[in-house]
């Protein structure tokens, strides 16, 4: 769910502002307001508002930028969330090729920048007594720190996602262009953190601890890429085969539909899938519904086999299917299991998200209880904070 409050949509992308963004609303009013108090309390408080407001605008207009690059591309835009440190674009997927992946990240600095010279030029013709022409200088000076400071090579700033692209380009690895980005995002978090720390200690300027608060929050975003990168590499790595289970039946396709009601839906095991086979081939997949709006007068009439829906109609993975495309399809099917087939044409296991959950702990090192994987299979849902289906569906798997 989207948090925050839904101030209106621009070019159908929803805008949003965070609770925090009212903390720097009334700071950058108050801090405006002072520089204006020549021209009178009312007239200051009032230029000090209209240019807080004029700030995040200017920040929301290259979000904008960043949005309608990635929409020519056909990628969705969710939203824009104004918070504390400016503002994010949520997207759908990343860009296809390193090359519109730079044209993302680079058009947020270059509306900055576009700002930075038209509103400048405004302003010169303003005369320099009239308040207009002190807060025009004020809106450019700000987009053009803006779009510098965006240009930092490291995430989550647009310098990082720049960055990521010529590493991705070089590299030909979308994920290695990531993790350098997001290591450099890091390395200069953590500088920015200590160079606050440092002025403060030495000046008592409480301004200081801006510069440290932006660095952690870098810091803390850069980790977030690096440990996302990690997740989409091990699902790109990881195939169905590694990942899957034999939680599947394998039953006689000469039974009558009786005797496969009798022997097996009175069970109270938790097996949904169930495999049809004659003369030791599978034949297909027993649909328990398909049996259940049978007459019953058909029952001991009917066999399985008359029935099944044969393996290549089936919804189904490969072995050497990704974990990418496994929970893709899954999601796009709304289904809790999948069947995967060997090269052979033949069922060799059943995906759940418990499998998946298993198989990229086991990768990435992590330790997972049997009763939290059998939790899952039973919920039929992703741990909170793991979402698997939003990471799948974002990750570049070209």
């Known amino acids: 769910m989207q948090a925050g409050w839904k101030i209106?949509?621009?070019?159908?992308?929803?805008?949003?502002?965070?609770?925090?963004?009212?903390?720097?609303?009334?700071?950058?009013?108050?801090?405006?307001?002072?520089?204006?108090?020549?021209?009178?309390?009312?007239?200051?408080?009032?230029?000090?508002?209209?240019?807080?407001?004029?700030?995040?605008?200017?920040?929301?207009?290259?979000?904008?930028?960043?949005?309608?690059?990635?929409?020519?591309?056909?990628?969705?835009?969710?939203?824009?969330?104004?918070?504390?440190?400016?503002?994010?674009?949520?997207?759908?997927?990343?860009?296809?090729?390193?090359?519109?992946?730079?044209?993302?990240?680079?058009?947020?600095?270059?509306?900055?920048?576009?700002?930075?010279v038209i509103v400048g030029l405004a302003g010169?013709?303003?005369?320099?007594?009239?308040?207009?022409?002190?807060?025009?200088?004020?809106?450019?000076?700000?987009?053009?720190?803006?779009?510098?400071?965006?240009?930092?090579?490291?995430?989550?700033?647009?310098?990082?996602?720049?960055?990521k692209a010529a590493v991705w380009k070089i590299s030909g690895s979308r994920i290695v262009g990531v993790h350098w980005a997001a290591k450099t995002g890091q390395f200069l978090g953590w500088m920015a953190v200590a160079l606050g720390a440092a002025l403060f200690l030495l000046s008592q300027q409480y301004g200081a601890l801006w510069i440290a608060l932006i660095g952690w929050f870098c810091v803390q975003n850069a980790s977030s890429y690096n440990r996302i990168a990690d997740l989409q590499g091990a699902?790109?790595?990881?195939?169905?085969?590694?990942?899957?289970?034999?939680?599947f039946r394998l039953i006689d396709g000469d039974l009558t539909l009786r005797q496969f009601a009798e022997q097996y839906l009175l069970e109270t095991s938790h097996l949904q899938i169930y495999v049809a086979a004659v003369n030791g081939r599978d034949r297909g997949l027993v649909s328990v519904d398909d049996i259940r709006f049978t007459e019953r007068s058909q029952w001991d009439k009917q066999t399985l086999k008359d029935i099944v829906k044969p393996l290549g109609e089936a919804i189904a993975v490969g072995e050497k299917t990704s974990l990418v495309e496994v929970i893709n399809c899954m999601e796009s099917n709304q289904l809790r299991r999948i069947v995967v087939l060997s090269p052979t044409g033949s069922v060799a296991g059943t995906i759940d998200k418990?499998?998946?959950?298993?198989?990229?702990?086991k990768h990435l090192n992590v330790r997972i209880t049997e009763a939290d994987i059998k939790r899952i299979k039973e919920d039929g849902n992703y741990p909170p904070g793991l979402p698997l289906n939003a990471i799948a569906k974002a990750t570049d798997h070209n």
Not at 149 to 162: E, K, R, S, T
Not at 354 to 361: C, K, Q, S, T, Y
């Open 354 to 361: 418990g499998d998946i959950v298993r198989a990229l702990a």
């Open 124 to 163: 010169y013709a303003i005369p320099q007594s009239n308040l207009l022409h002190a807060m025009a200088e004020e809106i450019s000076r700000i987009n053009l720190v803006l779009g510098i400071f965006n240009l930092i090579p490291g995430l989550p700033l647009d310098g990082g996602q720049v960055l």
């Open 8 to 116: 209106g949509s621009l070019f159908g992308i929803p805008l949003f502002v965070d609770s925090s963004w009212f903390v720097i609303l009334a700071l950058a009013t108050f801090d405006n307001a002072r520089n204006y108090q020549a021209y009178g309390l009312v007239i200051s408080w009032v230029a000090g508002f209209a240019l807080a407001l004029l700030l995040f605008g200017s920040v929301l207009l290259h979000e904008l930028g960043h949005s309608l690059t990635a929409m020519s591309q056909g990628i969705k835009v969710n939203s824009i969330t104004l918070f504390l440190f400016g503002g994010i674009a949520a997207i759908d997927r990343e860009s296809k090729t390193p090359g519109q992946a730079f044209q993302v990240a680079i058009a947020g600095p270059a509306v900055s920048f576009g700002l930075f």
């Open 235 to 247: 699902l790109l790595k990881i195939k169905a085969g590694d990942a899957m289970s034999r939680e």
